[in-house]
């Protein structure tokens, strides 16, 4: 009975996997804060149209900060619009960015902002630029938007 219950479980769970799967994508960046950083994350897209999309994000930053290797976490939104244009905000324990930017269908991220310091260690501060690459893991994603023929 166990291993019947275990499976209806599983199959009931498999529709709810799919669709988060559907919305997510890897992300994979550079920036520059003040420093050198490489990013690696997840992002979720929150609603449904291709008009607009807002996203959140949790990722971890890679950079040297005296001669160590740091691994800091990050939480980002973006807000893109079917114009491309892009708005955001990024936290992380040493600053606040918001930023401005460009989205390409969500697939890249071209983006500048501005470090605001939170910490009495200002390792991440000053203007900063970057590009994101979204990779999503299905093959027919909702993440992406998709471009409207008229």
Known sequence: MKLYSFLFLLL????????????TSINLAYRYTG?????????????DSSAQSLIAGASFL???INREN???PEVSFHYTNIKGQLFGVSLNPYSV?????????NLMYLNT?????????KYFK????GIQF?????????????????
């Open 62 to 64: 890679y950079t040297r």
């Open 70 to 72: 740091k691994f800091l």
């Open 35 to 47: 420093r050198n950083v490489l990013q690696a994350g997840l992002e979720f897209k929150t609603n």
């Open 12 to 23: 009931f769970n498999f529709p709810v996997t799919a669709q988060v799967l559907n919305k």
């Open 126 to 129: 000053g203007i900063t630029f």
């Open 134 to 150: 979204n990779i999503a893991p299905v093959k027919s994603s909702q993440f992406y938007d998709h471009l409207k023929m008229m």
């Open 97 to 105: 960015e918001p930023r401005l930017g460009f989205s390409l269908f």
């Open 113 to 121: 902002g501005y470090a605001l310091p939170i910490h009495k260690e």
